[in-house]
């Protein structure tokens, strides 16, 4: 897959066949529109375009909420759509000027200039440019005149996807990860890097890797213990690299995972802390992913540390026939 930042250094695409949207998730229902947009492709031996934007728009709009938790981060979501046989993304810088842009100004100025469109597939309620002004109609009217095609993702797709992304965020808050990994149709996975912790895991026989989690817009589960699976993961210079990552081939370690306030330590921060099963290899400062396989348990406080290292070998037992019934159920990019 081909990535681009400046829209002003595109290629002439073949036969352009483009879609537009943020693909938080890239779940099962946007799954099915990269196939609707593979399809036409295929079609008429053109390409597939997808426009995104960066940083979410709603961080730039004014009166728009700048509180955003996201399914993914850019370079995931460019790992997903790479994994879903995707030609070409365009990443879009979302600027104020940008969104100055009025309607008939973003696809004259936008859409046409720059990306000469065979085929554009978009959804009835699209909305751009100014005032969010533009819709599907304007596009029509553009198509009669201009002579590319417009094809209109079904509303019942639409429905499906804007519900799926609300479901899949609150189940991962509420750490029901079954009905959020069914959704997405892969394993939900975030990336830490390892830092130095207390050490206190050790002291009991279940040493843990402390993960600081580096985007702040990303979307955490909540409090609990988790059947996780584990990989290391390039520092990548760049998102151009993202796409080429091994995070869905490279060696991955069963493991377990706490996430929320350890109560029977201390409880006066939240961690996420990973005991990765019969490894005991230096990571400090490398950048783990962790894909969230199942939750276990609530976030509990014991007695003490030995009341809590006998719970820990429940946890593993558990962690290690979850993961065994998991097995090959959900992978990235199939």
């Given at each position: ?12 695409f ?6 537009i ?50 399914l ?14 995707i ?8 600027t ?31 909305q751009?440019?100014?005032g ?23 509303v019942h797709?639409l ?5 799926s ?12 990860l ?7 149709g ?12 207390n ?31 584990a ?15 091994p ?28 005991n ?10 490398r950048?783990l ?22 719970q ?23």
């Amino acid at each position: 897959m081909h990535i681009y930042k400046n829209t002003d250094l595109l290629p002439a695409f073949r036969r352009a066949v483009i879609t537009i949207g943020t693909f938080d998730g890239v779940h099962t229902g946007h799954q099915q529109i990269l196939e609707q947009l593979r399809q036409e492709a295929a079609r008429i031996d053109g390409e597939t375009v997808i426009i995104t934007f960066h940083p979410h728009p709603r961080k730039i709009v004014k009166g728009a909420t700048a509180d955003i938790r996201l399914l993914n981060t850019l370079r995931e979501k460019i790992e997903l759509l790479s994994w879903n046989g995707i030609d070409h993304l365009v990443i879009v810088p979302f600027t104020e000027a940008f969104s100055q842009l009025t309607a008939e100004q973003y696809v004259k100025e936008f859409l046409l200039e720059k990306f000469h469109p065979h085929t554009i597939i978009i959804g009835y309620d699209h909305q751009f440019g100014k005032g969010r002004k533009g819709d599907y109609h304007l596009l029509e009217d553009f198509s009669r005149q201009e002579g590319f095609r417009l094809q209109e993702i079904p509303v019942h797709l639409l429905n499906e996807i804007s519900v799926s992304s609300t479901r899949i965020r609150e189940a991962i808050t509420r750490a029901d990860l079954d009905t959020a990994n069914r959704l997405l149709g892969y394993d939900f996975f975030f990336a830490g890097r390892v830092v130095e912790g207390n050490k206190l895991g050790r002291t009991i026989g279940y040493p843990t890797a402390n993960l600081q989690v580096e985007d702040a817009e990303k979307l955490i589960p909540g409090d609990g213990v988790y059947a996780v699976e584990a990989a290391e993961i390039p520092d990548w210079e760049d998102d151009s690299t993202a796409a080429a990552a091994p995070g869905n081939s490279a060696t991955r370690w069963k493991g377990m995972m706490n996430i929320g306030m350890r109560p029977t330590v201390d409880g006066t921060r939240r961690v996420i802390e990973v005991n990765i099963f019969d490894f005991n290899s230096d990571i400090y400062g490398r950048l783990l992913r962790v894909f969230v396989k199942k939750h276990l348990r609530g976030e509990q406080k014991f007695a003490g540390l030995d009341a809590l290292k006998q719970q820990l070998a429940k946890d593993k037992v558990a962690a290690e026939e979850s993961l065994k019934l998991l097995a090959d159920s959900y992978k990235p990019g199939t």
